[in-house]
């Protein structure tokens, strides 16, 4: 189990976050970014999980407290709305990777929905990551373009998404390509938020597993 801290934010002030401990000292870290319901339980327990896999994890609250039930998506889509994406990254993101990299650990980033586009912009603007990991999210190309990728990235993506739909992903993938850069891209027969466990409509476990797996040995990778 992790518990609440405060870090410093790039811009002045603290920001707050849950952080989970591998064994480890010197463990890799990853920061996971949120979906638009806030710092739900579900992505502490996949800081958790990350926890146990060796990284020290670290979520930052991008609402500030703020936590959405599932239920209320016009709620969430207003909180989403009202997020300044490039200041929280630049800001909130990019401090919780300098809290995890401070003994000098190697730093990925990773995220969900919201999160997942996050963490694309992340992989364009934070320096001092070294991979990420993005669960059906993608930004808008004048956010983070596929060229300005600067990290080894990898994907994974529902066939069946109506939010970050298959030709939108098969877009940027073509890009990334034509860019040189290192990545990978994945994709499930699923909906969308199919890693959710607290979200049984669109929860996949299979799916869910295989991706989770793909994700630690990415990172394993990357970040040794």
Same mark, same amino acid.
């Given at each position: 189990?992790?518990?609440?801290?405060?870090?410093?934010?790039?811009?002045?002030?603290?920001?707050?976050?849950?952080?989970?401990?591998?064994?480890?000292?010197?463990?890799?870290?990853?920061?996971?970014?949120?979906?638009?319901?806030?710092?739900?339980? =579900?992505?502490?327990?996949?800081?958790?999980?990350?926890?146990?896999?060796?990284?020290?994890?670290?979520?930052?609250?991008?609402?500030?407290?703020?936590?959405?039930?599932? @239920?209320?998506?016009? +709620? +969430?889509?207003?909180?989403?709305?009202?997020?300044?994406?490039?200041?929280?990254?630049?800001?909130?993101?990019?401090?919780?990777?300098?809290?995890?990299?401070?003994?000098?650990?190697?730093?990925?980033?990773?995220?969900?929905?919201?999160?997942?586009?996050?963490?694309?912009?992340?992989?364009?603007?934070?320096?001092?990551?070294?991979?990420?990991?993005?669960?059906?999210?993608?930004?808008?190309?004048?956010?983070?373009?596929?060229?300005?990728?600067?990290?080894?990235? =990898?994907? #994974?993506? +529902?066939? @069946?998404?109506?939010?970050?739909?298959?030709?939108?992903?098969?877009?940027?993938?073509?890009?990334?390509?034509?860019?040189?850069?290192?990545?990978?891209? #994945?994709?499930?027969?699923? #909906?969308?938020?199919?890693?959710?466990?607290?979200?049984?409509?669109? #929860?996949?476990?299979?799916?869910? =597993?295989?991706?989770?797996?793909?994700?630690?040995?990415?990172?394993?990778?990357?970040? +040794?």
């Amino acid at each position: 189990m992790g518990k609440m801290i405060s870090f410093q934010r790039t811009g002045g002030g603290t920001a707050a976050g849950y952080l989970a401990e591998a064994t480890g000292p010197k463990a890799p870290g990853v920061v996971v970014i949120q979906e638009w319901w806030g710092l739900q339980g =579900q992505i502490k327990e996949i800081c958790d999980r990350f926890a146990g896999a060796g990284f020290h994890a670290l979520a930052p609250d991008l609402f500030e407290g703020k936590v959405v039930p599932y @239920h209320d998506s016009a +709620a +969430a889509s207003a909180a989403m709305s009202s997020l300044d994406f490039r200041k929280a990254t630049d800001e909130v993101v990019r401090g919780a990777v300098r809290h995890l990299a401070a003994g000098g650990a190697k730093v990925g980033l990773t995220g969900f929905c919201m999160g997942g586009a996050v963490t694309v912009i992340g992989a364009v603007h934070v320096p001092e990551l070294s991979a990420a990991v993005t669960f059906y999210g993608l930004p808008p190309e004048e956010v983070a373009a596929p060229r300005d990728v600067r990290v080894p990235l =990898q994907g #994974h993506f +529902a066939r @069946h998404d109506d939010w970050v739909s298959p030709a939108v992903v098969d877009d940027f993938e073509r890009k990334l390509r034509a860019a040189g850069k290192i990545f990978e891209f #994945h994709r499930y027969e699923g #909906h969308h938020a199919f890693m959710n466990s607290d979200r049984k409509e669109v #929860h996949d476990p299979a799916a869910a =597993q295989r991706a989770w797996e793909r994700a630690v040995e990415f990172f394993r990778k990357h970040l +040794a």
